[in-house]
């Protein structure tokens, strides 16, 4: 293992990991608690460590906290892999035990949470707890449902089949990473429309412009699917919390809890006045859930 402290726009160092030939980008703030876990952060898709500023700012107080770039997005490489939950968990196992060296608590949005919880569930020596902030992932389906028309089932897989073509796939990535598409989006998203600024935009453009990044892009249409999220909270050891965006239109938070108490009812949870990202959109709120959590492991 190499790492190179390099600058960033934030006060927060930046430094590169070699993890299987590749640089995996990270931030570290804060100091190692002797009664507390260290914290690892786990943006998004098409996000990075930026994403969490507002919460390594604060957070650092307490706990030494670490935030990484996911393989395929931020400041990391961008190869072109098979992008999966798999590959990504591995990343953070791997993470947590040749960087911070001692038990995390995972915190992850979106995609970042579905992968916080495959490391969880998979990799029990490495996680102290999961914290999932408007969490990705497919539940198994018990409820038949509607047979689709011929009609639909074409355009369905007529619409896949689109989006693996190279030159589609392309034609689409250059289009939703043009700024303006990017501040259309959030603003769809987040609740609180000032909170999407000129600088979060530029955050969530700019690793768009790295090599390889359409190809990481292309990817998500290619990835088979996961493990169902039930199948991996059926194995979790570890203490869960879920935080909720409840103006989330991507997740339907007041749908999607009752699957995760189903299958892990030991949980805690909060609903805040949030969209996707509840972490940037009110940090002050999230940060202090995190504390109190995270003190009474």
Not at 137 to 154: A, I, L, N
Not at 187 to 204: F, G, H, P, Q, T
């Amino acid at each position: 293992m190499s790492a190179t402290a390099i600058a960033q726009p934030s006060s927060f160092p930046g430094i590169f990991w070699q993890w299987r030939g590749h640089s995996i980008y990270y931030v570290a703030a804060g100091c190692p608690q002797p009664n507390r876990p260290p914290l690892l952060l786990v943006h998004g898709f098409g996000a990075s460590t930026d994403h969490w500023r507002k919460n390594i700012a604060e957070l650092q107080a307490d706990f030494a906290v670490y935030a990484i770039d996911l393989l395929g997005f931020g400041r990391s490489a961008k190869p072109n892999l098979e992008y999966s939950g798999k590959l990504w968990s591995e990343q953070l196992r791997d993470f947590i035990q040749e960087v911070i060296e001692q038990p995390a608590v995972i915190a992850g949005n979106s995609i970042g949470g579905y992968v916080a919880l495959c490391t969880g569930a998979n990799y029990p020596e490495t996680t102290a707890g999961v914290v999932l902030l408007n969490s990705a992932g497919p539940f198994t389906e018990v409820t038949e449902t509607v047979k689709e028309t011929v009609f639909q089932e074409f355009i369905k897989n007529g619409m896949r089949s689109l989006l693996l073509q190279p030159w589609a796939n392309f034609l689409l990535f250059q289009y939703v990473r043009q700024r303006w598409v990017i501040r259309q989006t959030l603003e769809k998203v987040y609740r609180d429309r000032s909170a999407v600024s000129d600088r979060l935009v530029e955050e969530i453009y700019r690793p768009s412009c790295d090599e390889g990044a359409a190809q990481v892009f292309a990817s998500v249409f290619k990835s088979p699917r996961g493990e169902m999220n039930d199948a991996l909270l059926a194995k979790l050891q570890a203490p869960l919390l879920l935080l909720w965006g409840d103006a989330d239109p991507w997740m339907n938070a007041r749908l999607r809890s009752p699957k995760f108490r189903q299958h892990y009812p030991a949980l805690s949870e909060y609903f805040l006045q949030a969209g996707h990202c509840p972490h940037d959109e009110v940090p002050q709120q999230v940060n202090a859930l995190i504390r109190e959590w995270v003190s009474n492991l």
